[in-house]
């Protein structure tokens, strides 16, 4: 019996030519091998890693403590041959970084000639990962040695930072505004924020009644939010009613909140008081948490303005403020589109009265705020501020607040302010702002201040009062006497308008803004100079359109009203 044994020397060249045959004889023979027997033998696998990226949840580029993440990878065999039970060895060839979770030995199984597999490599980042560096080392093997070129990955990693899931902002109102009522609906409208340092996973919301005889209106109550990012919002609106068996006088509504480890969520309870009166979109009733991450701006339903109002201890008890704010002239006039409205101005009203009387120190009993306010109860107001001066003599100040619609007369062009229930096309009932002016002037105040965030050309926020007015027609200026400072939104023909992303008038805005930063003590010079600047710059850039506020003084003041200051007499 012949025994013949093939010894095959593979030196990676094309073609080969070989070997001896041993046999019981001492003679020597040569094999010569056919053309598809040398082709066999030849055919070589050639593993390479290929398309290599990393993964992660929060995209960016780090592992996180508490993250998943992979590795993707492409194992690509280019040679001829078949590769056979290939596998992926994963390691860290730097082991003192503590908590990583990884797959150190994932199974590919055969890889034919030129064809390719995708392999993932899971990698977790557990609570206790160490900050640092990660050098994976990624090894593709094959059973009989023909290995691919290893592959070395550097990711940085970063410990755990907790996250911190709050209410950051909240509103109540009704669908239509007006007084919150038993067997209505009511809306709660509130923000969601990751305000920690880290990620937030699998946030959940939960809204919950503590008292009976209060229901969901809506299609659900709980909300599956998902991942937060740090400083990520989530808006969410809830729809409930209570019932007339309801006996209390507040609805609590508890906000419950989750998230995957249980610990970095806080939740919150809502207080909503039946028959108290909410707008539609402006009353702003829980503020934001101020106690967020120095670089995190909190999410709010409101303006920046309406919320940390300063607050000034002293108070001045001569000092009288009138406010008001005409928004709603479509419910006293029929006949006018709701476009006629001045949006925001009950807001622009209600924020300046808390600013008058936390910050400019006016006593609460001196500071009379009119919302939607007709001819007569302006007047009636102005004539009781004016009495209240003059009994009081010079030490006396008058700070008046006005936002709505303003209008000139056509033909004298004299300014007069819009009651709600004055139709532009008549102003024999609507308010002279000439008669303002020398009212408060024969008061015989030390000090008045008069804001005006309305325009008299015939324009609006939104529209004209006038819709059917083709030109607008340029004020008179009024001739003031006594110790007045007038401030007011827009010149000429301009429009007075909305800043909408803060839900108040633009000039409203930029004077409250101002008076929160300084916490009013400014002089008029120097607030006058940053409503002039922010006003003008931010119109044109937000409503397209310019809107240049001015300022009117008296003789008797026109040398000393820039040194005046806001909260000092």
């Not at 290939?86 to 970084?97: A, C, F, G, P, T």
Request: proline fraction near 3%; hydrophobic fraction near 40%; glycine fraction near 8%.
């Amino acid at each position: 019996m012949k025994t013949r044994i093939f010894i095959l020397i593979l030196l990676f060249v094309s073609t080969v030519s070989y070997g001896q045959v041993i046999s019981g004889k001492s003679e020597k023979k040569k094999i010569i091998f056919t053309k598809s027997e040398r082709s066999y033998v030849t055919q070589l696998p050639d593993l390479i890693i290929t398309g290599e990226k990393f993964i992660d949840e929060n995209e960016n580029n780090f592992i996180d403590a508490n993250e998943s993440c992979e590795i993707n990878l492409m194992i690509e065999n280019i040679g001829e041959g078949l590769a056979e039970n290939v596998k992926v060895r994963v390691s860290l060839k730097n082991v003192e970084i503590g908590g990583l979770d990884y797959q150190k030995l994932i199974t590919v199984g055969d890889l034919q000639g030129n064809s390719s597999k995708i392999v993932s490599i899971p990698i977790k980042g557990n609570i206790n990962l160490a900050e640092g560096l990660a050098e994976f080392m990624i090894e593709v093997l094959e059973e009989r040695g023909f290995d691919a070129f290893p592959l070395e990955i550097k990711i940085e990693t970063r410990e755990f930072a907790n996250a911190k899931v709050i209410v950051a902002d909240a509103v109540f109102s009704t669908e239509d505004g007006g007084l919150i009522k038993l067997n209505y609906p009511i809306v709660l409208k509130v923000i969601i924020q990751n305000i920690g340092e880290g990620d937030a996973k699998d946030v959940i919301t939960e809204f919950k009644f503590p008292n009976p005889n209060c229901f969901c209106l809506g299609e659900k109550s709980r909300f599956v939010i998902g991942n937060l990012g740090r400083g990520e919002t989530r808006e969410l609106e809830f729809l409930f009613t209570a019932t007339r068996r309801y006996t209390l006088n507040e609805i609590p509504v508890l906000v419950d909140l989750f998230e995957s480890l249980n610990e970095y969520a806080r939740d919150t309870t809502l207080y909503v008081s039946l028959e108290q009166r909410l707008t539609a979109r402006n009353e702003v009733v829980i503020s934001g948490i101020v106690t967020e991450s120095p670089d995190i701006k909190l999410a709010s339903l409101s303006s920046e303005v309406d919320k940390n109002i300063p607050v000034n201890r002293t108070k001045h008890p001569y000092r009288y403020a009138l406010i008001i704010g005409n928004e709603d002239y479509t419910r006293y006039q029929r006949g006018l589109n709701t476009e006629t409205n001045v949006e925001f101005a009950r807001n622009d009203a209600s924020i300046f009265r808390d600013y008058a009387v936390k910050t400019l120190g006016v006593n609460e009993m001196n500071a009379h705020l009119l919302k939607d306010a007709t001819s007569g109860e302006i007047c009636q107001k102005i004539d009781l501020i004016s009495k209240l001066a003059s009994k009081s003599g010079e030490q006396a100040e008058i700070i008046f607040y006005y936002a709505g619609h303003g209008l000139p007369d056509e033909q004298t062009r004299a300014p007069y302010l819009i009651p709600v229930d004055v139709s532009g096309t008549n102003l024999d009932a609507a308010v002279k702002l000439e008669d303002i002016y020398k009212k408060f002037a024969e008061s015989g105040a030390g000090k008045v201040t008069i804001f005006l965030d309305a325009c008299f050309s015939g324009g609006g926020r939104d529209a004209g009062l006038l819709a059917a007015r083709s030109v607008k027609v340029k004020p008179k200026d009024n001739l003031i006497q006594g110790n007045l400072v007038v401030f007011t939104a827009s010149s000429g023909e301009q429009s007075a308008l909305p800043i909408e992303g803060e839900q108040h008038g633009m000039f409203t805005f930029y004077l409250l803004k101002k008076i929160k930063d300084t916490q009013g003590d400014i002089t008029y010079g120097e607030l006058s100079d940053y409503i002039t600047k922010n006003v003008s710059l931010e119109s044109l850039r937000i409503n397209q359109k310019e809107q240049d506020p001015t300022v009117s003084v008296s003789p008797s003041v026109e040398g000393s009203w820039q040194s005046w200051n806001l909260v000092k007499y």
